[in-house]
């Protein structure tokens, strides 16, 4: 699994980051930062929910 951000579309919102913080970061310049795009297999769930819960619909997940 790999995590893709549209940045055109990502508000920066930290959505994602309250979800899963070990992998989506929100930083002092209100830039998002994947910091894992690679995450466990165990950690899905909450990367789905992710995808499901970004305002601007700005993640996906491919399949690798």
């Keep these: 699994m790999r995590i893709v951000v549209d940045y ?9 980051m309250g979800i ?3 992998v989506f970061e929100v930083r002092d ?3 998002l ?3 894992n795009d ?8 909450k990367v789905m929910e ?6 601007k ?3 996906s997940v491919t399949e690798e």
């Design 50 to 55: 992710c995808v499901r819960s970004c305002p």
């Design 29 to 31: 310049d209100d830039f």
């Design 8 to 16: 055109d579309l990502c508000e920066s919102n930290a959505v994602c």
């Design 57 to 59: 619909q700005a993640i």
């Design 20 to 22: 899963l913080p070990e």
């Design 33 to 35: 930062y994947v910091l």
């Design 38 to 45: 690679h995450p466990e297999e165990e950690l899905r769930d």
